[in-house]
């Protein structure tokens, strides 16, 4: 399993949280994951998931993905904060995040469990 690169202290999340419904602490854009200060392990654990499905959607599908995801609870009446946590990729990392084992014995395409 590839791991994605960190980088710690970045200004990356504070200038995506200008135009973002939440307050950024980390992102992951591709194969590049960025943080405002020090990441602990289960952030780090969370942004790997999110690489997982990156390359499980040919990586230009994720984002895609990611914005139909919020475009669809925001339909629903979901506030952004709301819309942001239901987002299916989102579920899958916050469901795991403190499961540090979870990468290795993580089965395909788990976040399209989460579509329903």
Known sequence: MSLPLFFENS??????????PIEI???TLGPLVFNRGNMGQTTKNHE???WAQYKECL??????LYGISYFINRCKGMSGAEAYRNIWFEKEAYDNQADFEYLHKRKLYT??????
Not at 111 to 116: N, Y
């Open 11 to 20: 200004m990356v999340p504070v200038w995506l949280s200008k135009i973002s």
């Open 111 to 116: 976040w399209v469990k989460k579509t329903t």
């Open 48 to 50: 790997t998931i999110h």
């Open 59 to 64: 990586i230009i599908g994720f984002p895609i």
């Open 25 to 27: 602490g980390a992102i």
